[in-house]
Structure formats: structure tokens, C-alpha cells
């Protein structure tokens, strides 16, 4: 039975800590709300850029001379997966499903024989990757002092890669990031980057242009920028999904102090008046003896 | 006559307005866009988009991107675009050298290209500054 004064600190402790986890709530939905803007706001372009993309890769489809970024290497031996994750935790369960969305994936590779090589966005999936994957790790990018993610992260991110694949490092590339849907679901995806896939139904309306320079150097110029762009959308999504994760996160903790909180305070509350009863016994006995 | 002209960056949708012409720095040469123009798509230099609207006319620096022409609008897609009066010195300093070292790095194929880039902003940033 813990004393009095036991309960009392035990009951301050939660209390202080059910004020960080409703602060981080706050602090969560507000930037929930920024990153989703953020992601809107993103939306015209990506829109734009696939459906003309798509719209040009179909007319390059069958062609010999068709850029490596549409058509790949002929090869499928070698796969990069980029693994995007959050910096922070206390997010739920955002990062364990990403990696365990790429885990899988990594193993059903590995176990068809070919080679994984992993590229890390974010310090919580190479966390998580290091202990059973940490051969496969080829590069880590360090997203730790960046506020809000902007296009140029993406580039970068995207200039890497396109490097290592000029580079003749990896025949496929595969993104994993979560995509946003609301506050309570967050779902890991894959999307395959290189070759670059497009949605069949996505821009087939489009009107017959005429194209300056020709098809495919529009096709070679707009492709490395396309996977900038996906990237930038992952990033997005990512930003997201985290901000709503954690506010989900916070909310149940937040919860579940409070139970807590009623839980010890009614145990105090008893034990309080076991103490009184006792004392009031002594004195009542103690009064009788005379 | 007058029809929609779109700018948009990837972060976010810079200006979407009517406009009765657009000037555009097209890769193989200047172009302009008028109402009625024929489905046409082309890559961009680094330049400046006017854009003219009941006489007025507003001009964006982008710095590459490619843009959509179609009979009923224009829309531009812009890596990089801010309106004239806000680029800044620092901005394009950036841009050239980010362009200087594309330009040095870059391999057999794609060395002109770099290069005709790094004019284009040297060119341009002249241009602005005088």
C-alpha cells in the first residue's frame, strides 16, 4: 500500500504529463493543419505533370530510343528502396508501418534473389532498419533541422537518386511513405519511381499537341523532374500523416492520464479516510479504556 | 478575347488569372499565346513570362519548367517562379551558381544543355539588373 504522500507525487507526475500530451495535441493539429494545406497546395502541379506525362509516355511506350527513366534498364535485379520516415516518435505507430510496409517488401525481394539496396529519408526508419537491414543501407538523408519540407529537399532527394541510377547502381526504385487519408488513418504505400508507371486513365482526354523540342527530349527533361515531384508529394503526404498520427497519438495518451489520474486520485481519496477511521479508532478505544 | 493563364510551382499555385496574351521563353525561341492557340507544349529557359490583361501586363521570372498551351489556357509549371519585382539579387546568384556546377559536372550528353542554361541565366540576369 503506498503512503499518502506517494500518491500525492504520483498523482502530480501524471497530472504534468497529461499537460505536455494535450500540448502536443494542440501543437500537433496546428501543424496537422499547415501540412495539409501545404499538400493541397502542391496538388495542381503534380496533377499537371502527370498528366502530360502520361499522355507523352504513351506515345513513347514501344519506341527503342525511349529515355532509361521510362522504359528501365531491360534488368530487374537491383532495387532501391526509399524509405521515408519522420524524424521524431511519438507518433503511433507512423514509422513501424512504413518499415514494416518496406521490410516486407525488402524480404519477398531478397527472397527472389535479388539485391536491395535502401536509401533513408528520416532518422526513425534508419533507426528501425539498422539492426536487420544495416548492410542494405546505402544513404541516409537528414531531414532533423527542417522545419517544413520544401520542393528543394525533394530535388535533392531526387538528384541523388536519378545519380545513383545514371550511376548503373539499381534497375527499379520503389518509394514508401504513408499517404494521408485523416486524423485516425494513415496507410503505407509503395510507388515505383523508376521506370516510371502511370495511371492508364490518366491524361488519355488530353488534345493532340504539338511539342517543342520534339517528344522524347520533352520526355528526357520532364521525367528527372517527375520523380522530384513524386518525391515532393511523398514528403507531403508524410507530413501529414505524422502531424495526424501524433495527434492521434496524444489524444489517447491524454485519455488515458486522465483515467488514470481519477483512478489515483479516488485510491487517495480511500486510503485518506482508511487513515482518519484509524486515528478515530485509536482515539475512541483509547478513551474507553479509562 | 481573353482566356486563363495558370502559374503554378510545386509548393503552390502562384497566380491564376484571365489574360488576353502570354510571352513565353520557350527552349528553341520566345513564343506568345493567344486565344485560340493550337494545343502546344514546349520546355522553358530561364526567362520571363508576361503576362498581358486589359493593357496591363505582369511579368514572372521562372527559372525552367515547361508550359501548356491549349486553345482555352495557358499553364505554366514553373520549378522555380517568383513575380519581376521580387527577384533579388542573392536569388539569382544562386541560380547561376547552381547552374556553374551542373554545367562542370555534367557529362558528354548533357554538357550543351548545362551550359546553354548558364548563359540563359547569365543573359537574363544582365537583362534584369540593367
Not at chain 1, 512504413?98 to 527472397?111: D, Q, S
Not at chain 1, 493532340?208 to 515531384?229: C, F, G, M, Q
Not at chain 1, 485510491?267 to 479509562?290: D, P
Request: aromatic fraction near 4%; charged fraction near 25%; hydrophobic fraction near 45%.
Amino acid at each position: 500500500m503506498p503512503s499518502l504522500k506517494d500518491l500525492k507525487i504520483r498523482i502530480e507526475s501524471v497530472k504534468s504529463t497529461r499537460k505536455i500530451t494535450s500540448a502536443m495535441k494542440m501543437v500537433a493539429a496546428a501543424k496537422l493543419r499547415r501540412a495539409q494545406e501545404a499538400a493541397e497546395a502542391a496538388r495542381p502541379y503534380a496533377e499537371r505533370m502527370e498528366a502530360v506525362l502520361a499522355n507523352l509516355a504513351r506515345g513513347a511506350a514501344g519506341s527503342e530510343t525511349a529515355p532509361r527513366l521510362l522504359k528501365g534498364t531491360g534488368r530487374d535485379d537491383t532495387h532501391l528502396l526509399i524509405v521515408a520516415t519522420a524524424e521524431r516518435g511519438l507518433c503511433g505507430g507512423f514509422n513501424s508501418s512504413i518499415v514494416r510496409l518496406a521490410k516486407a517488401h525488402a524480404a519477398r525481394l531478397v527472397a527472389e534473389g535479388k539485391t536491395v539496396k535502401i536509401l533513408t529519408v528520416g532518422r526513425k526508419g534508419r533507426e528501425q532498419l539498422r539492426r536487420e537491414w544495416g548492410r542494405h543501407l546505402v544513404h541516409h538523408v537528414d531531414l532533423a533541422g527542417v522545419r517544413t519540407v520544401g520542393y528543394a529537399h525533394a530535388a535533392d532527394i531526387a538528384r541523388e537518386v536519378l545519380a545513383r541510377f545514371d550511376a548503373g547502381e539499381f534497375d527499379v526504385a520503389t518509394l514508401f511513405f504513408s499517404e494521408f487519408r485523416s486524423v485516425l488513418s494513415q496507410i503505407p504505400q509503395a510507388r515505383q519511381l523508376i521506370p516510371a508507371s502511370f495511371d492508364e486513365a490518366a491524361g488519355a482526354d488530353a488534345p493532340n499537341y504539338e511539342y517543342e523540342p520534339d517528344e522524347e527530349a520533352i520526355l528526357a527533361d520532364l521525367l528527372p523532374r517527375s520523380v522530384a515531384t513524386q518525391i515532393f508529394r511523398a514528403l507531403l503526404e508524410n507530413a501529414a500523416s505524422e502531424q495526424g498520427a501524433r495527434m492521434a497519438a496524444m489524444d489517447n495518451a491524454t485519455r488515458n492520464a486522465g483515467e488514470m489520474i481519477n483512478k489515483l486520485t479516488i485510491q487517495y481519496n480511500r486510503s485518506r479516510q482508511a487513515a482518519i477511521t484509524k486515528e478515530l479508532i485509536e482515539i475512541i478505544s483509547g478513551a474507553e479504556a479509562l | 478575347m481573353a482566356f486563363r493563364f495558370e502559374l503554378v510551382s510545386p509548393e503552390r499555385r502562384l497566380a491564376s488569372r484571365e489574360a488576353e496574351a502570354v510571352g513565353i521563353p520557350g527552349v528553341e525561341g520566345d513564343l506568345t499565346a493567344m486565344p485560340a492557340h493550337a494545343p502546344f507544349l514546349t520546355v522553358l529557359r530561364p526567362g520571363l513570362v508576361t503576362v498581358t490583361a486589359g493593357g496591363d501586363s505582369t511579368a514572372y521570372f521562372v527559372s525552367g519548367g515547361f508550359a501548356e498551351i491549349t486553345p482555352e489556357a495557358v499553364t505554366v509549371l514553373a520549378e522555380e517562379a517568383v513575380e519581376r519585382s521580387e527577384v533579388t539579387r542573392e536569388m539569382l546568384d544562386r541560380l547561376i551558381a547552381a547552374a556553374e556546377k551542373a554545367a562542370d559536372s555534367a557529362g558528354e550528353d548533357t554538357r550543351i544543355a548545362a551550359q546553354q542554361r548558364l548563359s540563359d541565366f547569365r543573359t537574363l540576369a544582365a537583362q534584369l539588373a540593367g
